[in-house]
């Protein structure tokens, strides 16, 4: 069974940085793309940035090309989301997704499973 837990979300000054960690269980990167998504209040969820076996790490969203970077982690099975240059439009809740697809994609219902997420506040 897949499991993800994200942390690191918070409240944070416009121009400040955060990095959210996923923690996953049950898959291996060799195997599963992970994907960071974001839902805004009244908005659908979208793609932010999504890393792979096979291939670099693909932005999902244009809106944070040179301000966030993704890394993982195998040791600890942990998937990083580095935020630099905070906006206040990147107030979310920031999940965490896994597909077994092995490629990376902006489809909600492409990926599987799930975290429950983790808030991210950006003050003006």
């Known amino acids: 069974e897949v499991q993800l837990v994200e942390s690191g979300g918070g409240l944070v000054q416009a121009g400040g940085s955060l990095r959210l960690s996923c923690a996953a269980s049950g898959l291996t990167f060799d195997d599963y793309a992970v994907a960071w998504f974001r839902q805004a209040p009244g908005k659908e969820r979208e793609g932010v940035l999504c890393i792979s076996p096979h291939d670099a790490p693909r932005y999902l969203a244009d809106s944070v090309k040179g301000r966030f970077t993704i890394s993982s982690d195998s040791a600890s099975n942990t998937v990083f989301l580095q935020m630099n240059n905070l906006r206040p439009e990147d107030t979310a809740v920031y999940y965490c997704?896994?597909?077994?697809?092995?490629?990376?994609?902006?489809?909600?219902?492409?990926?599987?499973?799930w975290g429950q997420g983790t808030e991210v506040t950006v003050s003006s």
């Open positions: 997704a896994a597909s077994d697809l092995e490629y990376c994609s902006a489809f909600v219902d492409e990926y599987e499973d």
